[in-house]
């Protein structure tokens, strides 16, 4: 016993070796391009039902499919027994199919009934297929029977019986009329599960002779019906009440059996009278939640999907009034065979092992079988490498060529499972079946799984790289057994390529992968809650970031649903708009945007508001003499809610048509008090407000009559007012309508003089609001009352008002006026007050009238008209101000009443002081030179006193708009211009101007001005200088061109404006332009164009300075030239008007004489000539003789035969008056001396100048020498070419 024992454990021991050493079997591929390659055993696809109910009408179709490599082949049994199918002409079996088609057109369905089986099988095992129980479908006729009339008395209960044939499947069974009608049922009669029709108990009216009974068999689609019964319900013994008891089932106890997973029906129908309720409850339990429904009534108890744990006693009560009953139903819970694990196919490697394993449960255990290739697994050939425990049989170093298809069977008396699973032992190296290449992509923070489904056999291992680098299990990474790689948390670093590699001892196989992570949709802006009032606008905006590389779409809904399809909803690109809002636009609203890989939503709500409905149902109640109780039901408050109410009445006997307003309550009242008034007809209604507005007004209560009484108020706002001196109008505002309390209204008027011992006048008036009292004292003081009465009574004692009689003007004038002279300007005056019975009235104040008679210092054009001002009340001085400065005033004053002004006192004269003068007018300075200024002025407009001069100030304005140093100039009272000399050219000065008194200096005016450029500075005249010859100047430059927008009047310009004139000096090849700017210098350009052509403007940078020479113009062309100011976006914000220059054409070329030969041997003739006289004179001298020259020109006083002429420089006697005319070219200095020619052939130019050399008396340097004259202006003729005598005298 105890070897036995050990050598089970031994096992036991060796089998969990195995199992822990047990390879994972590999999973059969889906992709048919591997399949096709892989030798397979068959595999059942598709087979019939095992319980395969037939139409007898129809062939039999058994359907049996299968796959495997090679393709298998098919055979059948039936019965257990083979099953030829070629034999039977009636039975085809389809092409690459085990499929049979029986043709039972000719034969009886009978004769193909039984058990069917297929067989599936290839040269590497066999399948087989479940046991197909074939069965006609049977729909058998009603045995014939008569059925009796059944008579029952009223109150008893009463069951009819079906009792359908038996048919297959089962019929369905309903009860109906011979109207083909529905019987009605209800708790009192109903239909049980096996048919049959229960009445709890029977009334009169179920007295009838169609209950007809009929089954619907459904594979047939025919109806039976059973013959009708009659049911006679007697009254002559009725049932009396009683307590119920059970029909069905009967007794206290009964069992039911239901099959594990299938639908459990109980049912209890009980008789009594009243019909009894029924109720079901478990017994030490629940119903199972979710699982059970009641039908019937209540008489069946259903429950789904039923499990073990719905297994025990269930209790159905039966109730009314007379008592109660039950019935225990006690449930025992069977289960056919259940898969726990069923047998998977097994791929297996040469030398690996593998387990299949079949475990199944059921109530009773089912027992479990083994087959291989369809053949009981105790019957087939011992096989060393395969061992079997029961459930589980283990494959151990299994060799090529042992693939084979096992079968596991399960079965107990409820049913039975059977399962093929065919293992395959195969050497394949690795295959990767992902595509590759593929790309993933996924959200950030998402998880993200790459796939790598493989195939091999050994199992591949599976490796994975993410840019070269391996990567492990464990971390952000996780590599699951099916050799997918997962990403828990992915980032954007993860992007990337990925490779995995499925290798195993046949050889590697890798693929790559790429994984993108995308930015993840969300919404920045999300649709906030709105409240709109009807036929408003609403709009939601929903701004959504999301990856770029992602198209977004966005969905709208409302309440969960599609937006309703109106024109009026507007879809933008992030905003939905509702136009035209209704009240059924409310709700929520949701904006979705979605991504191929996610998507993010946000709501809100909408508010449809609106003025609320009026109040309805308006009712008075509690009605008093002055008070009554106004009630109303509010409206529909459109979701904003009720603020307030508003109370309006209508007085139909006074004021018909006009509604007033009366009170105002909260929103949360419905009641309120009104006050009411005597002698009125009211009506009410009612007006309610929220945020939006009021509503309309409710309909108007009915019409409540107030009855009259005397007046309870008197007539407001009395005044007595006198409007002339012996008179008085009393006034008051009349009572209206609703204050009168009654007919018949009048007005007491009463009034005495305050103060004095008398009776009160009185009158009594009706429909006016004044009454003049006449024959009064002037400005007196009166005591008036006015009392309301009308036919029931005098209203309460009315107040007292005070009021005077009218006025008259004063009689007197101020006395004692006095001025006092503050300063130039401003004067202060003194009175006496009038006394005020001279006043006759009540003192408003007094005017003083003011006016000037003169100035001192000049003679006024016209004299001024008076200025008045008033002091009020009691004052008796003032200031008099804007006075003139040395000038002669006089003033008068004067007191005045509500009636008018009094007399005015005597003329007081007086004098005003000296004061600062008014600024110098006619303010101007204008060019003079190029370095001076004429500053002109008028005097001031208002002298103000004696001028004592002027001060003068200046400072030049650099190209920064920085000033200078601060010059003054004190001039005297009559000077008006002064120039200023010595100033820097081409400069912006700033001058200021005030005049001055003994008082000081007045206000300043300034200006600026430019001096004159100088035109020397633009020219550049060439110099040359050579060895031996030299070569004459060039031919003198074009005239000078000059042209202005402005004349030379350099003033500042205008605020606003940064540009003044502009001026320009054209000439052969080139323009200078400057202008007068006071912005800033550093986006300032020179623009210019030809005149007439569509070139663009031409744009030169000016670079801070205020002059710019524009080259490269062509001789004979207009061109359009501004100035303009940019701004840092290159816009022109400031301009010059455009300036039309024209440059002269060219002047033809000259010939150069100094390169012709006759001039050189001129030249050297005249040097021999000179050497000649040199040595003759030389000669002359050491003999101490003279030279006839000199007698020659004191005998000849010719004043044709000059030494040398003064205004053109040359020698009278030898000069040549046609060699000295000027070119056409040449150009006149300006100031209008004539210039010499240059290339005039004179000895004077030949000279050096300076005294006479050769002759102590100078008879020499009278005739043949001089100095050479120059113009000193001429800037431009600064030096010469060397003379040709100092090259001889060097030679010499």
């Not at 299949?356 to 096989?383: F, M, Q």
């Not at 399962?419 to 079946?433: D, H, I, K, Q, Y």
């Not at 030179?929 to 003068?952: C, F, K, M, Q, R």
């Amino acid at each position: 016993m105890d070897r036995k024992r050990n050598c089970t454990l031994c096992g036991g021991a060796v089998m969990m070796l195995l199992l822990g050493h047990m390879t994972t079997a590999l999973e059969v591929p889906l992709d048919p391009k591997v399949l096709e390659g892989l030798p397979q055993p068959p595999t059942i696809t598709h087979q019939s039902p095992k319980d395969y109910i037939i139409d007898p009408r129809e062939n039999i179709i058994i359907h049996c499919e299968a796959k495997g490599k090679p393709h298998p082949s098919f055979s059948w049994t039936r019965n257990s027994t083979h099953f030829d199918v070629e034999k039977d002409s009636k039975v085809i079996m389809k092409p690459n199919s085990g499929t049979l088609v029986i043709d039972i057109s000719d034969e009886k369905a009978e004769a193909y009934e039984g058990i069917y089986q297929c067989i599936a099988r290839n040269e590497h095992g066999s399948a087989v297929s479940n046991n197909i129980v074939i069965r006609q479908s049977r729909s058998p006729l009603w045995s014939k029977e008569k059925n009796e009339p059944i008579t029952v008395q009223r109150g008893m209960s009463l069951v009819l019986q079906c009792r359908p044939p038996a048919g297959l499947p089962p019929p369905i069974i309903f009860w109906m009329d011979n109207n083909f009608q529905r019987l009605p049922q209800s708790s009192r009669v109903s239909q049980a599960l096996n048919g049959d029709l229960y009445f709890s108990n029977v009334l009169m009216d179920d007295t009838r002779n169609d209950y007809i009974c009929y089954a619907r068999f459904p594979h047939t689609q025919t109806i039976q019906q059973k013959q009708p019964i009659t049911v006679n319900v007697l009254d002559n013994s009725p049932s009396g009440e009683r307590a119920p008891s059970f029909m069905h089932p009967p007794g206290t106890h009964s069992t039911a059996t239901v099959l594990k997973g299938d639908t459990l029906e109980l049912e209890c129908i009980a008789d009594g009278l009243p019909t009894p309720d029924i109720s079901w409850s478990k017994v030490n339990g629940e119903l199972p939640s979710g699982r059970f429904l009641f039908h019937s009534f209540q008489k069946t108890l259903k429950i789904t999907e039923v499990t073990d744990t719905d297994g025990g006693d269930y209790r159905c009560l039966a109730n009314n009034l007379l008592g109660s009953n039950h019935h225990i139903i006690t449930v025992v819970v069977k289960a056919a065979p259940f898969w726990i694990s069923a047998p998977q196919n097994l791929i297996l490697a040469p030398k690996e092992t593998g387990m299949l394993t079949c475990r199944v449960d059921g109530n009773p255990r089912p027992k479990v079988t083994w087959s291989v290739n369809g053949v009981a697994i105790e019957n087939s050939p011992k096989d060393p490498s395969r061992k079997i425990e029961d459930d589980v049989i283990i494959l151990s170093d299994v060799q090529t060529g042992s693939s084979a298809v096992y079968q596991c069977n399960a079965s107990n008396e409820y049913g039975y499972l059977l399962a093929n699973a065919f293992v395959s032992v195969l050497a394949e190296p690795p295959r990767v079946l992902t595509p590759p290449n593929h790309v993933y992509s996924v959200i950030t923070n998402s998880r993200a799984l790459l796939d790598c489904a493989s195939f091999g056999s050994p199992l591949p291992k599976i490796t994975w790289f993410k840019d070269s680098q391996s990567i492990l299990d464990g971390g952000s990474y996780i590599i699951h057994q099916n050799g997918t790689l997962e990403i828990n948390v992915a980032q954007p670093l993860n992007s990337g390529k990925y490779t995995c590699m499925a290798s195993n001892n046949l050889g590697n196989k890798e693929n790559h992968v790429y994984l993108e992570v995308k930015e993840p949709t969300r919404i920045l802006k999300q649709p906030e809650y709105k409240v709109v009032q009807r036929n408003g606008v609403a709009v939601f905006e929903c701004k959504v970031k999301h990856d770029p590389t992602l198209l977004p779409t966005m969905i709208w809904l409302k309440d969960n649903g599609e937006l309703p399809d109106d024109v009026r909803f507007e879809l933008g690109s992030d905003s939905l708009t509702i136009h035209d809002v209704r009240e059924d636009d409310k709700g929520t609203y949701t904006c979705i945007r979605n991504t191929t890989l996610d998507h993010d939503s946000a709501s809100a709500t909408l508010t449809v508001v609106e003025q609320p409905d009026p109040p309805t149902d308006l009712e008075l109640t509690d009605q008093r003499e002055h008070s009554v109780q106004l009630t109303w039901t509010p409206g529909d408050e459109h979701n904003s809610p009720i603020k307030s109410f508003l109370i309006q009445y209508e007085d139909s006997l006074h004021e018909r048509g006009i509604w007033a307003n009366m009170t105002e309550v909260s929103g949360t009242s419905t009641t309120a008090r009104l006050e009411l008034s005597p002698y009125v007809y009211y009506s009410f209604r009612v007006l309610a407000l929220n945020e939006v507005g009021l509503s309309e007004p409710s309909v108007p209560s009915r019409q409540y009559r107030t009855n009259p009484a005397q007046p309870d108020m008197n007539p407001s706002n009395v005044k007595a007012v006198g409007t002339s001196p012996d008179s008085m109008t009393i006034t008051w505002k009349e009572l209206t309508g609703l204050e009168s309390n009654g007919p018949g209204l009048q007005y007491k008027v009463s009034w005495r003089q305050k103060d004095v011992d008398q009776d009160w006048n009185s009158l009594t008036l009706a429909n006016v609001s004044q009454y003049v009292v006449t024959g009064t004292d002037t400005f007196v003081p009166y005591e008036v009352t006015v009392q309301a009465i009308n036919d029931y009574g005098l209203g309460p004692r009315p107040e007292v008002v005070l009021g005077y009689s009218g006025e008259d003007s004063p009689t007197v004038a101020p006395e004692n006026v006095q001025v006092s002279v503050q300063n130039g300007t401003v004067a202060e005056v003194h009175w006496d007050t009038v006394p005020l019975s001279t006043v006759r009235g009540r003192l408003k104040g007094y005017k003083v009238s003011y006016w000037k008679l003169r100035s001192l210092h000049k003679q006024d054009s016209e004299p001024e008209k008076p200025r008045v001002l008033i002091f009020s009340g009691n004052e008796t001085e003032g200031h008099l101000s804007g006075l003139h400065p040395y000038s002669q005033y006089s003033l008068n004053i004067r007191a005045f009443n509500g009636k008018g002004d009094g007399p005015s006192s005597s003329d007081q004269h007086f004098l005003t002081p000296e004061g600062v003068p008014g600024p110098p007018a006619e303010f101007k300075v204008r060019n003079m030179d190029l370095d001076s200024l004429i500053v002109e002025w008028a005097p001031p407009l208002e002298d103000n006193g004696h001028l004592t001069g002027y001060l003068l100030k200046y400072q030049p304005i650099n190209t920064t708009d920085e000033l200078g140093p601060l010059k003054e100039l004190f001039l005297l009272a009559n000077e008006t211009s002064i120039t200023l000399d010595n100033l820097k050219y081409s400069t912006r000065y700033k001058f200021y101007l005030n005049a001055m008194t003994v008082k000081g200096s007045g206000p300043t005016v300034t200006e600026e001005a430019v001096t004159v450029m100088d035109e020397a500075l633009i020219r550049h005249p060439a110099v040359k200088a050579g060895k031996g010859s030299v070569s004459p100047p060039p031919p003198p430059p074009t005239p000078l061109v000059t042209q202005s927008l402005q004349p030379l009047l350099h003033n500042a310009p205008p605020a606003g404006r940064m540009f003044g004139s502009v001026n320009s000096s054209v000439e052969e090849d080139h323009a200078m332009i400057c202008w007068e700017y006071s912005g800033p210098d550093r986006n300032v350009f020179v623009e210019y164009v030809v005149d007439n052509s569509k070139e663009p403007w031409k744009t030169e940078f000016v670079n801070g300075t205020r002059t710019y020479q524009i080259r490269g113009l062509k001789p004979g062309m207009s061109y359009r030239v501004r100035v303009v100011a940019k701004d840092h976006s290159d816009e022109t914000v400031h301009s010059t008007e455009e300036l039309l220059i024209t440059v002269p054409a060219m002047t033809s070329k000259q010939v150069d004489i100094a390169t012709q030969g006759w001039f050189i041997g001129l030249m050297c003739a005249i040097a021999l000539l000179i050497l000649v006289l040199l040595i003759v004179c030389f000669i002359k001298r050491n003999k101490g003789g003279k030279y006839p020259v000199k007698e020659k020109e004191d005998a000849h006083q010719d004043p044709e035969i000059q030494p040398m002429k003064e205004d053109d420089g040359t020698f009278g006697e030898y000069s040549d008056t046609e060699d000295h005319k000027p070119l056409k070219s040449s150009r006149t200095p300006s100031n209008g001396t004539a210039k010499k020619d240059d290339s005039d052939d004179s000895l004077v130019d030949y000279g050096e100048g300076g005294d006479g050399q050769f002759n102590e008396d100078g008879s020499f340097i009278g005739q043949y020498s001089g100095k050479k004259e120059k113009d000193t202006a001429e800037g431009n003729e600064s030096s010469e070419a060397p003379s040709p005598v100092n090259a001889m005298n060097s030679f010499v």
